[in-house]
């Protein structure tokens, strides 16, 4: 196999009933196993720009590593792969503000992102912005992500309930994003994995609309026919108003790697 782990993916992205355009980018690469989302912002098209130019970015930079490297994937420590994100991310950051810079329709453009890569038994979720990741595991529902934005600072600080935080007017205002400024700020964490697992990232426009009890709901019911479930959760964002773009990932674990014994040689 040329990842850690056998999955299955998904994935959808809708305009929504308000915004004229879908400024979310989504990109799923069965080959090496990772998935992107992003979320742009910015000016009449240049969100979709920012989100777009992100994606394609982060996109060809993971590849490009997974074919230059001549180690075996599963030899290479973790924390390669988390440079990997970091490089991929911080090039995509330096593209989206040059591109600001030379065009004034861009100015002020930028864009989320989160990124999830597997390695080994691990899954390695980056991210900027308040796109998030979730995972759904033995019925249980868990947010991998904490947003970076102005709203989890104040629940953070205990000035709003998670209950109120929900009807905050400020709750899209985000603390971090690609392209807003020279150096870019990386929340990176690793997650183990278990056989079974179904991870799944989103832009704002599924979680403004529905709250993680809704979320749950429909992952319960639904997590065994991916497609449909992203489907599912995008039509209920709608039916719940559908104020922004919502773009979903799902991917399921459907067999850990075991390695075998030369691959235990080259790790050693």
Known sequence: MSFSSQLEFAGHSDTGLVRAQNEDAIEICQEFGFA????????????????????????????????????????????????????????????????????????????????????????????????????????????????????????????????????????????????????VEIEIHAHQMEQDDVYLLCSDGLTDMLNDVEIHHIMHQYSGQLDFCCQTLIDNANNFGGRDNISVVLFRVRELHQRSFMEYIFAS
Not at 63 to 68: E, G
Not at 110 to 139: N, W
């Open 36 to 183: 992107i989302l992003a979320d742009g912002m910015g000016g009449y098209n240049a969100g979709e720009v920012a989100s777009k130019m992100c994606v394609e970015l982060v996109s060809e930079q993971l590849k490009q590593k997974h074919q230059s490297v001549w180690l075996p994937v599963f030899s290479r420590p973790t924390i390669i792969a988390a440079r990997w994100l970091t490089d991929a991310i911080t090039l995509a950051n330096a593209r989206v503000l040059a591109a600001a810079h030379e065009h004034d329709a861009y100015l002020g453009m930028g864009t989320t992102v989160v990124v999830a890569l597997p390695h080994q038994d691990k899954l390695l979720i980056a991210h900027v912005g308040d796109s998030r990741a979730y995972r759904f595991r033995c019925g249980e529902l868990a947010q991998l992500t904490r947003d970076h934005s102005v709203l989890q600072s104040q629940i953070d600080a205990g000035l709003i309930s998670e209950k109120d935080a929900r009807f905050s007017p400020i709750k899209n205002l985000i603390t971090r994003a690609v392209g807003a400024q020279e150096q």
